[in-house]
DNA sequence: TGTGAACGCGCG
DNA sequence: AAAGCGCGCGTTCACA
């Protein structure tokens, strides 16, 4: 049922079988990685499910031992979610004093360094220690679960973190098809020939000084929003800020070669040379991602700006000779989401075999889709003024039952309270800073600023517990589907096949994946992932009627992709 | 010389 | 004045 796996040694584990209540089976094991690799691939046909400490510092080593895991429990984030869950507020973890889990060590930590949790829990260094452990945490999620009022949604929900854990180290050991050859002809050709770090190319440099010259300041460094904005106010414009959006529909000669200017030095600082050097090699773009890194539930990455990988650069991102990308991403996915969080059947059939925002046209409550759009992004932000805020009486009148879910999330949240997803994160408490203002607003002696300062700040945290609803239910969901995808793309080839040969997960976007497939599996690869959409739809909404459309492209490229 | 805030911009 | 959510990262700039 359960083998509950602790690193004792750079290079050997200990191994104790659990049944399903969590009661050991025999002692603990000790085994080399090479003796732990066989006894995965005996013990796999059972289905076990692997427990460890944390997937972000074991599995990216049993990986390079070509060791490859169905399913894990990873105690490290699952303890996150069950300390902070409503669902699991009364249980001994939701309740008790901090502890070694508590910690977010393996945040701060790049994997393989520091010391294992079990090494600061005070128990011992033996193997058996170890084990103990986490063995005693393991038991006391497994009661906080089976102690939930939903324990069905949470055990799904711990799944599919776990599952998403094993896919982000994954991702990074497989890596993302990098051809630094075209990513290096696309700089030259935007920015100039290299030179070195530290120096503008040359196109760059002569669009600075273009922008010197029409702002007649010789001297000046368009880098600096300081100089800048007071070179922009000595030339006449009236702002208050170098953003590109303030600035693109001014009337000046300089607007056009500074906007240029901004888009290229960004090219250049973020995803220049130094970056190709720095985070590919061997033809892989290897970032390192977070699972559970956002308070949503949404994954983070660290170095290399993972998630940030501009359009400008995607052609770089092209398939191994004989294979393919297969690009997906989910179609509004955040308002299905939302239109099946509050069973809303007007706008989860707004969206049914269709563009759902092209249904909300259709149904006539507004006039295009663009409005459609702002109106629905605007109701799950907490937007109220301009175009967004002046649609959302229509969306309110159409869809009653969506609109009302945000309003409530934004409410609970102006009052401090945590909301809820689908599949039971919580969101976190507000600070007791806030608390502070809010209590000062009440005191006899209270200022108007006090009760302005308190109002906005009540308003602010409504509308991250309107948007944590929306966003954290459709992680889920996201975390379902590639769970899925994962798990069927095992079917298309032998267990033993690794990452060289066989179809997988390259990348990760909040609503996107890739899979690098042999070009003669992509058809089948497709299909998978259309039918891991339907299916974590069922997972998160059993029989609601809401589709969850995806838009999918076989391509060398990922820039083909859109 | 190091640190952290502010700014700006990339992604969803 | 305030102003729609969630992130990471590079640069500048003020300050210890």
């Known amino acids: 049922m359960y083998q509950l796996v602790s690193e004792v040694g750079p290079d050997t584990v200990a ?33 076990p ?40 507020a009364h249980s001994d973890i939701g309740r008790g004093a901090p502890g070694p889990f508590d910690e977010v060590l393996s945040l701060d930590r790049p994997e ?103 702002l007649g300041d010789a001297l000046l460094n368009p880098d600096s929003s300081t100089e800048l904005l007071r070179a ?22 300089v607007i056009e070669p500074l906007l240029l200017y901004k888009k290229l030095s960004r090219l250049l600082t973020a995803n220049g040379w130094t970056w190709m050097e720095a985070w590919t090699s061997a033809g892989r773009f290897r970032p390192e991602y977070l699972p559970g890194g956002v308070v949503t539930g949404r994954w983070a990455a660290r170095g290399g700006g993972a998630l940030q990988l501009p359009k400008q650069i995607r052609g770089a991102v092209v398939a191994d000779p004989g294979w393919k990308l297969v690009v997906a991403d989910a179609a509004q996915l955040e308002p299905r989401i939302l239109a099946a969080l509050s069973a809303d059947l007007s706008m989860a059939a707004a969206g049914r075999g269709t563009d759902l925002y092209a249904g909300i046209v259709a ?51 102006e009052r401090g309270e945590s909301v809820t997803t689908r599949l039971g994160r919580s969101s976190p408490p507000p600070s007791a800073a806030w608390h502070a203002t809010q209590a ?70 909040h609503d996107e994946v890739i899979v690098h497939t042999p070009e003669g599996l992509a058809d089948r690869v497709e299909s998978i992932i259309v039918e891991a959409a339907a299916t974590a739809g069922r997972l998160l909404f059993g029989d609601f009627p809401v589709d969850f459309m995806l838009t999918t492209a076989t391509v060398d490229n990922y820039a083909a992709a859109k």
């Open 15 to 47: 191994v104790t079988g659990l049944d399903a209540a969590g009661s050991p089976l025999g002692l603990p094991r000790t085994l080399t990685l090479r003796e732990f690799r066989i006894f995965v691939v005996d013990s796999e046909p059972a289905g």
């Open 49 to 88: 499910r692997w427990v460890w400490e944390d997937t972000a510092r074991i599995y990216p080593k049993l990986l390079r031992h070509e060791i490859r895991v169905q399913r894990c429990h990873d105690l490290r984030l699952c303890h996150v979610i069950l300390r902070n869950s409503a669902l699991t």
């Open 112 to 214: 393989g360094t520091g010391p294992a949790l079990f090494e600061l829990m005070d128990v011992g260094t033996s193997d058996a220690a170890a084990s103990t452990g986490l063995l005693d945490e393991f038991l006391l999620q497994l009661r906080a679960v089976s102690g939930s009022e939903q324990p069905g949604r949470i055990r799904l929900l711990l799944a599919a973190e776990s599952a998403g854990a094993l896919i982000a180290a994954e991702m990074t050991h497989a890596g993302l098809p990098w051809r630094s050859d075209i990513h290096h002809d696309l700089l030259t050709r935007e920015l100039g020939a290299r030179v070195a770090p530290g120096t503008r190319p040359e196109r760059l440099e002569g669009l600075a000084s273009r922008v010197r010259l029409e």
């Open 232 to 253: 922009l106010q000595r030339a006449g414009l009236a702002v208050t800020s170098t953003r590109a959006w303030a600035l693109k529909d001014l009337s000046h000669p």
């Open 363 to 413: 149904s006539g409550v507004v006039e295009t889709r663009d409005h459609a759009k702002v109106a629905m992004l605007g109701a799950m932000y907490g937007a109220t003024t301009g175009e967004s805020g002046r649609l959302l009486p229509r969306l309110a009148a159409a869809y009653p039952r969506a609109i009302a879910l945000t309003e409530t999330a934004a409410r609970a949240g």
């Open 440 to 509: 000062k607003a009440y005191d006899s002696g209270a200022t108007a600023g006090d009760e302005s300062r308190a109002r906005s700040q009540a308003r602010d945290w409504g509308r991250f517990t309107r948007n944590f609803v929306v966003q954290g239910s459709a992680a889920e969901w996201a975390l379902c589907w590639m769970a899925e995808i994962r798990r069927e793309l095992q079917t298309l080839h032998a267990v033993r096949d690794g990452f060289a040969t066989a179809p997988h997960l390259v990348f990760f976007l």
